[in-house]
C-alpha cells in the first residue's frame, strides 16, 4: 500500500470512530438482563495441547440478539485440573461481538496431552456451567478410543433422553454427523411444515440454535467431553446440494444466501476449529483429527460441493436421467482428492470417514427394478465407485464410515464395487439412527434386509446412538436404542454390538 493511500485510510478510519464512537469499546461490565450462560457450554476439536472451548452469551436466547443490545463485552475463560478451579493451569480474555452473535471460540494450546481438564466462561457477574475436556493422545502413541456418534435432533419430534445417557457414558468423544437443528417445525394445527414457513436469515437460524441449545440433556452431553462436528442437509434446507434447494422456485442466488446464514450460525453455535470464510456461503469444514497413532478422522461434507440431484431427490427406479454420468460428485473433486491423498498418507492404524448420507444402496423394490435414494449415495454411483475404489487400494479393511442422516440403525459391509456383488468387503458402514427425529419409531424389522441388499447386517427403527471401542487390533460398536421419546426417561437398550477385526473383511455380530 502506498502511503497515501494508507494515511487516506488512516482519516477514514479515524472519522468514521469519531462518529460512531460505541462500535469498538468492548465492556467487562455489560449490563445483562439474565443469566447469559443459558445456552451452556462446549468443547472440541482437540489436539494433543489442546482443543475449542464454546460459549455464548444470550440473556434472552430468542429474543433478537440473545438480548445483548448491541454490547461487545469481554469474557475470561479458565482451564484447571480440577472442577473446583483451584489449580488453575490456563486463562484468559476474549471478546463476544454482536455480528458473530455474542459466541466465543478460544482455541487454547498448551496443555498436556491425553489428560482430562475443567473450563468455564466468566462475564460481568456472570460465570458459566462447568464443562469438561480432554486433549487427544500425542501423535505416536497408541492409546484406545471411545466415543459416541449421534445425528439428527428435531426438536419438536421427541425428547433428548438419548443425551441423558450419553452424558452417564465414560466417553473421550461424541462425533456429530449433521442434523443438530433443523429448519422446518413441526407448527401446531398443521399436518405438514411447508416451505412458506421455514428459516432463512441468519437471526432465524441463530434463534433455531438457541432454543436446541438451551436443552438441557444436549447440554450435558456437551459438557462431558469434546465433540467433533460436522453438518448435513438441515443446517440449510432439506435435502439441498451445491446450490439447489428443496424448493425448485428457489434461485441460486436465494440459495447461496441461504447457505450463508446457515453456515454462520453453524459457525457461531459449534465448538470448531473451523477457520472464517471470506465469504459464509463458502464455508470449507472439512478437516482431519488425529487420535494418536490409532485414527484419523476425516471429517467430510457431502453438502456444500454436491452436483445436483438426478431424477428427483427422493427415491427413483434406476437408471434414470443423468444418474449415472461420471462427471456428477458427492464431495467436489477437491475434497474427493484431499480423502483420497489422505487414506494414501495416513499412518494411522484406523480411518475413519466422518460421513453424511447412507454408502451402501438400499434397493427399496421388492420387484426387479431398483430402487435407491438419490440423496444417499445411491443417487451419485460414480462418485461412490471412485470412494470405494479409493477405500479399496489405499486402506482396505482398516476403514471404517460413520453415517448419519436416515433416523434409523444399521450395519453395513462395504463392497469395493456394488455392481459386483462378489468383489471383497473392503470397509465397514456404521449407520447411527436418530436423536430424536422421527419419533418413537417400532420394533418392526426392515424389509430391506433381504436378499436384495446381502451387505445389510442389521437394522433397526428407534432413536439412540452408537459407542465405539477402537484398539490397536478391534473395533466394537454398541447399537444403543431406547423405546420412546415422546416421553421422559426412557430407559436405554443395547440390542447389537458388531465388530471389525483390523485387517480382515467383514463385520461380525458379538
Ligand atoms: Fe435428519
Redesign the pocket.
Known sequence: MKRRDFLANLSCTAAFAATVPNVWRVTTRPRLADDPFQLGVASGDPTPSGGVLWTRLAPKPLEPEGGMDGQRVVVTWEVADDDGFRAIVKQGRATAAPELAHSVHVDVDGLAANRWYFYRFRSGEATSPVGRFRTAPAANTDVPLRFAVA??Q?YEQGLYTAYAHMAREELDLVTHLG?YIYETAAIPGRTRQHVGLEIRTVDDYRRRYALYKADPLLQAAHARCPWLVTW?D?EVDNNYGGVFGENVMESEEQMRARRAAGYQAWWEHQPVRVPRAKSWADLDITRTFDWGSLARFFVMDGRQYRSAHACNQGSDTVPCGDWADPSRTMLGSRQERWISDGLASSRARWQVLANQVMVAPNDSDPGPVTRVSMDQWSGYPAARDRLLRTIAERAPNRTVVLT??I?THWVNELHSDFARPDRPVVAAEFVGT?IS?GGDGSAAANDSQSSRNPHVKWFANRRGYITCTVDATAWTADYHTLPFVSRPDAPIETPSRWRVTRGRPGVERL
Open positions: 445425528s439428527c428435531h442434523d448435513d438441515h448419519g442422516d433416523h436418530s427425529s
